[in-house]
């Protein structure tokens, strides 16, 4: 995973935080890749980068969320990085392509928004901390998803009826918008 570290580092090295909370998280993620060669690892416990899309409609109005088959909530697609994984926003896209049965998502390669928090179904050793890195997936030409074996619904949902009042997807949802704007 050298490759994918190093990408990683420089990624969210010179990333511009949108807010001062995400600032934060930036730098500890930084400070975690820096202080761990193997911190993008499911191995590394407890604390490991993962990465993930929020897909949006073309005009942004819809998003697509997967209902998790562990956590059974609705999430953005997402999940731990791969070997094969050479950047973290390949993992990204390769995460929603899998989740969703899209084949045709694009991926913007600036993150969007970070998000840590704990996974208590993750690991045997006891809960984990995902440093997610998530990233925006712009819709193709396909737009009927398809359920993957790690979710148990996949659906399209207005941006104001999403079935989640939790900040973090909320503010995931409006700073991925606001990127289709720029």
């Known amino acids: 995973m050298t490759a994918l570290h190093t990408d990683a580092l420089t990624a969210l090295a010179g990333w511009t935080a949108p807010d001062a909370e995400q600032e934060l998280r930036r730098a500890a993620y930084v400070e975690h890749l820096r202080r761990?060669?193997?911190?993008?690892a499911k191995a590394c416990f407890p604390d490991h980068l993962t990465a993930g899309a929020l897909v949006l409609?073309?005009?942004?109005?819809?998003?697509?969320?997967?209902?998790?088959?562990?956590?059974?909530?609705?999430?953005?697609?997402?999940?731990?990085?791969?070997?094969?994984d050479?950047?973290?926003?390949?993992?990204?896209?390769r995460e929603a392509t899998e989740e969703s049965g899209l084949t045709d998502l694009t991926i913007d390669p600036v993150p969007v928004h970070l998000s840590l928090h704990?996974?208590?179904f993750?690991?045997?050793?006891?809960?984990?901390?995902?440093?997610d890195v998530r990233f925006l997936a712009r819709l193709g030409a396909a737009t009927e998803p398809v359920v993957s074996d790690e979710s148990l619904d996949?659906?399209?949902?207005?941006?104001?009826?999403?079935?989640?009042?939790?900040?973090d997807m909320l503010d995931l949802i409006r700073l991925a918008r606001a990127r289709l704007v720029v």
Do not use: I, M, Y
């Open 36 to 40: 761990e060669p193997d911190g993008l």
């Open 86 to 93: 050479t950047t973290l926003a390949g993992a990204a896209l």
């Open 118 to 120: 704990t996974v208590d």
């Open 122 to 131: 993750c690991s045997p050793r006891g809960p984990v901390r995902h440093f």
């Open 154 to 167: 996949v659906r399209w949902f207005g941006v104001d009826d999403v079935p989640t009042d939790e900040p």
């Open 57 to 84: 409609s073309h005009d942004g109005s819809s998003v697509l969320l997967n209902l998790h088959g562990k956590a059974q909530r609705w999430f953005a697609f997402g999940g731990h990085l791969e070997p094969e």
